[in-house]
Structures are given as C-alpha cells and as structure tokens.
Nanobody, 115 residues
Framework: QVQLVEFGGGLVQPGGSLRLSCAAS????????MAWYRRAPGKERELVAT???????NYADSVKGRFVISRDNAKKTVYLQMNTLKPEDTAVYYC?????????WGQGTQVTVSS
C-alpha cells in the first residue's frame, strides 16, 4: 500500500515558478516509478512527467524545457519544479506511484496561473 500527499500548489502569475512536492509512504519507494499528471478544467488527464527508480526522466512536449521532475529517495519525496508557467498550465496536479502491480494516486493540488 502506498499513500501519496501533494504539497505546493497555489496561484502564480504567468512567467512565475512553483515547486510541487509529493510525500510517499511505504517501504518500496526507491523501486517505484513516480509520475505527475494534471487535469485541466474540461480536459482529460494528461501525463506531465515521469521519473524511474534509476532517475531516468520523461516529459510531455508541452512542459519540456520548463518543468523538472526529481526525487529524493531518503525523504521518499518526488518533486516537480515548474518554471515559466503559462495560463494553460492551470490544472489540478496529481502525484502517481507505479509499483508494477498497482497504481496509486494522491489527492491532487490546484495550480492556477493567472494575472
């Protein structure tokens, strides 16, 4: 069983930055692939970024060069550094753990990019 809690959402102006954090419980964090998804109003859920147990990363084209996913295995935490934010980045952001046998989700954190 894995529990995920996201932190760090909020309101930011276009061009600004935010860092999301996701704290995980469970003993196998190091071996899990972790991911960030988002769902904008009226749109389907979108994969934003992934990071494997070996810290190999992958990004959606829409965020490549602006967002950075990272992990701290000692703290069982995954981060999403979001830079040069745009209004179209407005969404609820969800942390996700892929254990190989199950997928776990956090409750989501709202990110709003607006002037």
């Amino acid at each position: 069983q894995v529990q995920l809690v996201e932190f760090g959402g909020g309101l930011v102006q276009p061009g600004g930055s935010l860092r999301l954090s996701c704290a995980a419980s469970g003993s196998r964090f190091n071996s899990n692939t972790m991911a960030w998804y988002r769902r904008a109003p009226g749109k389907e859920r979108e994969l934003v970024a992934t990071i494997t147990s070996g810290s190999r990363t992958n990004y959606a084209d829409s965020v490549k060069g602006r967002f950075v996913i990272s992990r701290d295995n000692a703290k069982k935490t995954v981060y999403l550094q979001m830079n040069t934010l745009k209004p179209e980045d407005t969404a609820v952001y969800y942390c996700c753990a892929l254990t190989g046998v199950a997928v776990y989700w956090g409750q989501g954190t709202q990110v709003t990019v607006s002037s």
